[in-house]
C-alpha cells in the first residue's frame, strides 16, 4: 500500500515570508516518482515537479525549492518571499508499482498569503 | 501546452437524474482519469482508462461508470445521482511514453451539486 501524508491542513503568511508544506510518503517501492501540484482558486491542478526515487538532489525553480530525504520519507516544498498569487492549494503526490502506477494524493496544503 | 478542457465548470442536478460530465484532451495521450475532490480527502481516483474502450476502477468506483468510445474523451456517468456524489470532478490525461510515471495534467474541474 502506499500513503501521502500532508499534515498541515492550511498555512496563512504574509507576504515575503517564507513557506515550507510538508509531504511524508510511504512505499514498498525502491523505484517511484513524488509530485507536487499546486490548485489556484481557478480549479485547475497544475503540475510543478516530478522527483524521482533515484534523485535525491534538492531542487530549485525560481522562488521554489524542494528537499527530497529519502532517510525520512519526505519531500518537502518551500516557497520563498511568497506573494499573493501564491495562494492556492497545494498537493504532494507518489505513483508507485505497488500502487498500481496510480496516482496517490496527499489531502492538500491551503496557503493563504495574506498582503 | 497539453489542454484538457471538461465540458461544465458548474452543474445542479437532482437526486435520481442521470448525469453525464465530459471531458476532452487535445494531446494524442493514452491515459486519461476522473478524479473526484472533497475537503480534507484530496484527490480520489474514480475511474482511469489506458486505451480506448478500456476502463479500469480506481478506488471509488461505487456509483460511477465510465465511457470511452474515441481516444480524445473521456465521460463519467452517474447513473442515478444522490447527494452524496455532491463534489469537484476532475478530469486528468496523461502519456504513457517510455514509463509509467509521466506527470498528468488536469482539466479546471466540475462542481456538481446534487440537491
Known amino acids: 500500500a502506499q500513503k501521502v501524508t500532508q499534515a498541515q491542513t492550511e498555512i496563512s503568511v504574509v507576504e515575503k515570508e517564507d513557506v515550507t508544506l510538508d509531504c511524508v510518503y510511504e512505499?514498498?517501492?525502491?523505484?517511484?516518482?513524488l509530485f507536487w501540484y499546486k490548485q489556484p482558486p481557478s480549479g485547475e491542478l497544475v503540475f510543478l515537479i516530478r522527483?524521482?526515487?533515484?534523485?535525491?538532489q534538492n531542487e530549485i525553480s525560481g522562488r521554489y525549492s524542494w528537499n527530497f530525504q529519502k532517510s525520512t520519507s519526505s519531500f518537502n516544498f518551500t516557497i520563498t518571499a511568497s506573494q499573493v498569487v501564491d495562494s492556492a492549494v497545494y498537493f504532494c503526490a507518489l505513483i508507485a508499482p505497488g500502487g498500481d502506477y496510480k496516482l496517490s494524493f496527499g489531502a492538500g496544503t491551503t496557503v493563504t498569503v495574506r498582503a | 501546452d497539453v489542454k484538457v478542457t471538461q465540458s461544465s465548470r458548474y452543474l445542479v442536478k437532482r437526486t435520481g437524474e442521470k448525469v453525464f460530465l465530459e471531458c476532452v484532451q487535445d494531446m494524442d495521450h493514452e491515459n486519461m482519469f476522473w478524479y473526484r475532490q472533497d475537503p480534507g480527502l484530496g484527490l480520489r481516483l474514480i475511474y482511469f482508462?489506458?486505451?480506448?474502450?478500456?476502463?479500469e476502477k480506481g478506488d471509488i468506483p461505487e456509483g460511477y461508470s465510465v465511457s470511452r468510445e474515441k481516444k480524445e474523451r473521456f465521460s463519467l456517468i452517474l447513473e442515478s445521482a444522490s447527494t452524496n456524489q455532491t463534489s469537484m470532478y476532475l478530469c486528468?490525461?496523461?502519456?504513457?511514453?517510455?514509463?509509467?510515471?509521466?506527470?498528468?495534467?488536469f482539466g479546471p474541474g466540475t462542481r456538481l451539486t446534487v440537491l
Open positions: 486528468a490525461s496523461s502519456l504513457i511514453g517510455t514509463g509509467l510515471y509521466n506527470e498528468q495534467f
Open positions: 522527483r524521482n526515487s533515484f534523485d535525491e
Open positions: 512505499t514498498r517501492d525502491t523505484t517511484y516518482y
Open positions: 482508462s489506458y486505451d480506448v474502450k478500456m476502463k
